[in-house]
């Protein structure tokens, strides 16, 4: 959501609606305290999963699509739209958005002794509507390039064909062939591309400053935990007795780092976990810390603009400059973090299925 943020943020601070209601809350706010910005709660706000997609607010004005909110509690399904909660400040049917606490954010029902019971949600959320629009576009753009391959295939390709198929080659070529042989590559090309794919689209959908881009779906710590187990349980599942040996008994290490305690054998093991973790962070945090800060230089203009009317207009520049400046190095970020989950996905692949080679007869 950083993305469509920063651009109405950018709007409304540099032109007229911040300045302006900054103004009228000083003269309607005489004798009283005024209101602060939170930049630190607005950019939590706006890069946390929701259940609407909130697009911007001018004075008491909230613009913002609903969705679906499908729960399914004390044996009975309850659906309706999220429009119901009024932006989280009302409730329906006895549910509503908790607003402190763990399970801030959810939707819950509190029992007559005030405990706060979170149901079995299932429902439509910010990021899963990204999710299936993202899957959607590349499904439909995957499927337009394999039609215009059976009619044209003595033609050189064209239009997105032309644009994505060098992406294609890429990845076969540089990363699976490199990385997997040439001999076992093609069992795992599918998954790569896939995920190739989704990441790359989710990120540059991220940074799309207009409805329906500007989830952070990427820099959410369950979409990257879901990658992370499938590369996970594909290594796990197509390992051959070559990858367990070198995990239980490698090769080469003193026996008394096996025996009697297996001191090998455990880091061994854990570096089978650690290594989707580390998938998992790494994809997480720098998307997420993109988005963080294009929202940190923009929330500098309410920030200034709340000591003086100038100061906001005077940092505006330079926060809209640095704001550009890191949005379109998330532009070069985007192709970079897809990539490096995908390499060493096939990377991980390749030490899964490679075979053991005896040294007689070779060097």
């Given at each position: ?7 109405w ?6 032109f ?37 997609w ?21 044996g ?29 954010g959810?939707?819950?029902r509190?029992a ?9 949600d299932l ?41 994505l ?15 997997i ?9 599918p998954?790569l ?23 952070n ?41 096996k ?12 570096g ?11 994809l997480?945090?720098?998307i ?8 940190g230089f ?28 890191i ?33 007689e007869?070779?060097?």
């Open positions: 959501m950083s993305g469509l943020v920063a651009f943020m950018f709007v409304a601070g540099l007229f609606i911040a300045p302006q209601q900054l103004k009228a809350e000083d003269k309607h706010d005489e004798g009283h305290h005024k209101k602060e910005f939170n930049a630190g709660q607005k950019i939590i706000d706006h890069i946390v999963d929701a259940y609407e909130h697009i911007l607010d001018i004075g008491d004005f909230h613009l913002s699509v609903p969705f679906p909110v499908i729960l399914y509690d004390e009975n399904w309850h659906v309706f739209m999220s429009s119901k909660f009024k932006h989280g400040y009302a409730s329906y049917k006895g549910y509503e958005i908790a607003k402190e606490g763990n399970l801030k959810k939707v819950i509190k007559e002794d005030g405990t706060e019971i979170r149901p079995l429902s439509i959320t910010k990021n899963v509507f990204s999710i299936f629009f993202a899957s959607g576009l590349i499904i439909f753009l995957f499927m337009s390039i394999s039609k215009a391959y059976k009619r044209t295939r003595k033609h050189a390709p064209k239009g997105i064909q032309s644009v198929e060098p992406l294609i080659m890429f990845i076969r070529d540089e990363i699976a062939i490199t990385s042989g040439r001999n076992k590559y093609e069992k795992f090309l998954y591309l896939t995920v190739f794919f989704f990441i790359f689209f989710n990120n540059l959908l991220g940074i799309v400053p207009i409805f329906p881009g500007g989830a779906v990427t820099g959410n710590i369950a979409v990257t935990g879901v990658l992370a187990l499938f590369t996970f349980f594909i290594t796990a599942i197509r390992a051959n007795k070559n990858y367990w040996m070198h995990i239980f008994n490698t090769p080469g290490v003193p026996w008394w780092l025996f009697p305690v297996p001191l090998m054998p455990i880091i061994e093991l854990v089978v976990f650690t290594k989707p973790f580390v998938l998992m962070v790494r997480f945090a720098n997420t810390a993109g988005h963080i800060i294009i929202l923009i929330s500098l203009i309410f920030v200034f603009g709340q000591t003086s009317i100038f100061a906001g207009y005077g940092i505006s520049v330079i926060s809209i400059t640095l704001a550009i400046f949005f379109f190095l998330e532009l070069l970020v985007a192709f970079i973090q897809a990539y490096v989950f995908t390499l060493l996905s096939a990377i991980y692949f390749g030490m899964a299925v490679e075979e053991h080679h005896h040294e007869g070779h060097h």
